[in-house]
């Protein structure tokens, strides 16, 4: 596709269980964003990827939260044992990862922890 | 650590004017601004880079003062579809990691 895709697009799950998410960027984009948006609230920063390599992950809240690149292109971000302050819309963008770089974003994936 | 915006919101009249304002308390590299419309992804509006520059397209355009760590963005004869939450993204050291702002809802009203 043309955007940045991600998936699912919803999901609810119960406290304690794990959950993957998944973004698929641009074609040719080397930096890739983890962004965390609660409800009404602003843009909270994860993780960044250039390549495969996460120069920067001291945005990740705990260490239930993981993330990895494989081949420069799609990126899983993977919440352990979720919690329900968990709950949140995960953003993921890329950008050509040079300084006059937009970041583009997807839609977004909705996270529900019961 | 996260730029702040000022005003946190505002409301105008279609013709109006508005100026939002990111602060930050280190030194700036540049400066992205998004606009995110309700239940939308954001969506990139301009990128200033350090050097003071000022940029703009259509009635939209913006300024950074890398001296005083700030960017302001300025939007004039404001139209119904500037509603939205403004969002300025900041970098530090030129490592493309991008911090966002508090936010600065704006609605226009007819």
């Known amino acids: 596709g043309a955007g940045v895709s991600q998936s699912p697009s919803n999901k609810v799950t119960e406290k304690g269980k794990d959950v993957e998410l998944r973004c698929d960027p641009i074609?040719?984009?080397?930096?890739l964003y983890w962004y965390r948006q609660s409800l009404g609230q602003g843009l909270e920063f994860l993780i960044y990827?250039?390549?495969?390599?996460?120069?920067?992950k001291s945005g990740l809240p705990s260490d239930r939260f993981s993330a990895e690149r494989t081949g420069g292109s799609v990126s899983t971000l993977t919440i352990q044992r979720t919690q329900q302050e968990d709950s949140a819309v995960y953003l993921c963008?890329?950008?050509?990862?040079?300084?006059?770089?937009?970041?583009?974003f997807g839609e977004g994936s909705r996270l529900t922890v019961l | 650590q996260q730029p702040v915006q000022s005003p946190q919101a505002v409301i105008l009249r279609e013709g109006e004017d508005a100026v939002i304002n990111c602060s930050s308390s280190k030194a700036l590299y540049s400066v992205h601004w998004y606009r995110q419309k309700h239940g939308e992804a954001p969506v990139f509006l301009m990128i200033?880079?350090?050097?003071?520059e000022q940029k703009g397209h259509d009635k939209i355009s913006a300024s950074f003062n890398e001296k005083k760590q700030q960017s302001s963005l300025y939007l004039t004869a404001s139209q119904l579809s500037y509603s939205g939450t403004y969002f300025c993204?900041?970098?530090?050291?030129?490592?493309?990691?991008?911090?966002f702002g508090t936010g600065t809802r704006l609605k226009v009203l007819a």
């Open positions: 074609s040719g984009h080397t930096a």
């Open positions: 990827f250039q390549g495969n390599s996460a120069p920067d």
């Open positions: 963008a890329s950008s050509l990862g040079s300084n006059t770089g937009e970041l583009f």
């Open positions: 993204g900041t970098e530090t050291s030129g490592t493309y990691k991008y911090i």
């Open positions: 200033l880079l350090k050097g003071g």
